[in-house]
């Protein structure tokens, strides 16, 4: 009859499951007990037949196909519908960047511009000699810039408006030659930028922020963009506005 | 030396990053299809529990973690399946695991055994006799070559219940073997 304590563990041992040292005392037992080894024997046969007899149904070919053709199909439907949002969320990601960058960029030219102009009305405002041609007198103002800047440009009449003409003198924006008009309104000083459109980089007529207490007004007209700037509120660069420009 | 002496299947198949559910599922077809056919007894009846199995698994592939054992992964569905199908359910009879088992050694001599050689007909008659939860822990080990382990994943049970289940599977085949040998 074989031990109790070794017939418990001729399944595992079979099964490859028992731990090296309980395979190999079993192993020295089945040498020396012919009834377990008998019995070792009988379940190794019949864990072979049942190895062989479980090996028993075969899928049909057409059925094995059509399971592999609706995984294919559903796979299919599964990628097309998992990459629609994602390409959805990337296209407007890409619209999104493109969209910021754009308006990151302008704003940054606009910055830029902006800071160019209070630049040189600081400066301006700073030299010994404001204008080079001094004049009050439109008809002196207007004829001085003929052959120094590509352009001409009307000037109102001032008079009757609380704007007074210092003179002029010749300007650069964006490296493009312009005319820069010095105005005063009571104790301030504002100058009047003239340049062509295309100099401008696309930022005529747009509302332009105001730095440092400075405000800085635009309009485009008859292909000519005006900058104004001054310390003084945005009310008097729309009342400057509107006199530079009588037809609008 | 480990006594296994055959070997068809790595006990787990990790599958490299990047491989499809068809790559992964499609080489486990035959295996699972017999199974399945074991299990229910029946062509049909195993065409649907494959056909669902398919299924489910690649609508749950989402959540199969890679580098896990994907063919218990794969049987755990093909088995839930089973259990909670018309026919499964019928089959699950509760069985009585609490008693002695191995204890209960064979009274009878090997002999009747030993000396015969085994009909593989007279083998799945007595396989197909064992109730549902000892007849899938028994080809999931013979057949399917599982790991203890395995098996305990595979049906959600605990290793001892594992061996508890092969212990009775093997004992109610042997006796139905010879059973059906001396009629």
Same mark, same amino acid.
């Given at each position: 009859m074989a031990g109790e304590h070794w017939t418990d563990k001729l399944d595992a041992y079979l099964d490859g499951e028992l731990n090296a040292a309980d395979e190999e005392s079993l192993r020295r037992h089945l040498r020396e007990c012919s009834a377990c080894a008998a019995e070792a024997v009988e379940r190794m046969q019949l864990k072979r037949s049942v190895h062989d007899a479980g090996m028993r149904y075969k899928p049909d070919a057409a059925f094995r196909a059509r399971i592999q053709q609706s995984l294919r199909s559903k796979q299919r439907?599964?990628?097309?519908?998992?990459?629609?949002?994602?390409?959805?969320v990337l296209a407007a990601a890409i619209v999104g960047v493109a969209?910021?960058?754009?308006?990151?960029?302008?704003?940054?030219?606009?910055?830029?511009?902006?800071?160019?102009? @209070?630049? %040189?009305?600081? /400066? &301006?405002l700073a030299s010994a000699n404001p204008v080079d041609v001094v004049s009050s007198d439109k008809h002196t103002v207007k004829p001085w810039f003929e052959g120094k800047v590509p352009f001409t440009f009307d000037l109102p009449d001032l008079q009757g408006s609380p704007f007074v003409l210092v003179g002029g003198r010749t300007s650069y924006i964006n490296q493009s030659p312009g005319a820069e008009?010095?105005?005063?309104?009571?104790?301030?000083?504002?100058?009047?930028? @003239?340049? %062509?459109?295309? /100099? &401008?980089?696309?930022?005529c007529g747009t509302p332009l922020a105001a730095s440092y207490s400075f405000h800085v007004q635009s309009w485009g007209s008859d292909g000519l963009c005006y900058f104004a700037v001054g310390d003084v509120n945005a009310e008097d660069l729309n009342a400057l506005a509107k006199l530079m420009q009588p037809r609008g | 030396m480990k006594a296994r002496w055959f070997s068809l299947y790595g006990v787990s198949r990790r599958p490299p990053p990047g491989e499809s559910f068809e790559d992964l599922a499609m080489p486990l077809f035959d295996r699972l299809y017999n199974l399945a056919h074991w299990l229910t007894q029946n062509r049909d009846e195993a065409e649907d529990l494959i056909q669902e199995t398919?299924?489910?698994?690649l609508k749950g592939f989402s959540s199969y973690q890679p580098?896990?054992?994907?063919?218990?992964?794969?049987y755990r569905i093909l088995r839930n399946t089973f259990l909670t199908s018309r026919a499964g359910l019928k089959s699950f009879e509760p069985l009585d695991e609490t008693g002695e088992d191995i204890a209960a050694a064979d009274e009878q001599t090997p002999e009747s055994l030993l000396l015969k050689h085994l009909d593989l007909e007279l083998v799945r008659k007595a396989i197909d006799g064992l109730p549902v939860p000892y007849r899938e822990a028994l080809l999931l080990c013979e057949v399917e070559e599982m790991s203890y382990q395995e098996i305990?994943?595979?049906l959600g049970v605990p290793m001892g219940t594992v061996m508890s289940r092969l212990s009775r599977a093997r004992r109610a085949l042997r006796e139905s073997v010879r059973k059906l040998q001396g009629e």
């Open positions: 439907r599964r990628y097309s519908w998992s990459w629609a949002p994602v390409a959805a969209l910021w960058t754009t308006h990151f960029r302008e704003h940054m030219r606009e910055r830029q511009l902006v800071g160019e102009l @209070i630049d %040189q009305h600081v /400066a &301006t008009l010095i105005f005063r309104l009571r104790q301030h000083q504002i100058s009047l930028f @003239i340049v %062509q459109d295309r /100099a &401008t980089g696309g930022d | 398919y299924a489910k698994a580098g896990t054992n994907f063919r218990a992964w794969m305990a994943t595979t």
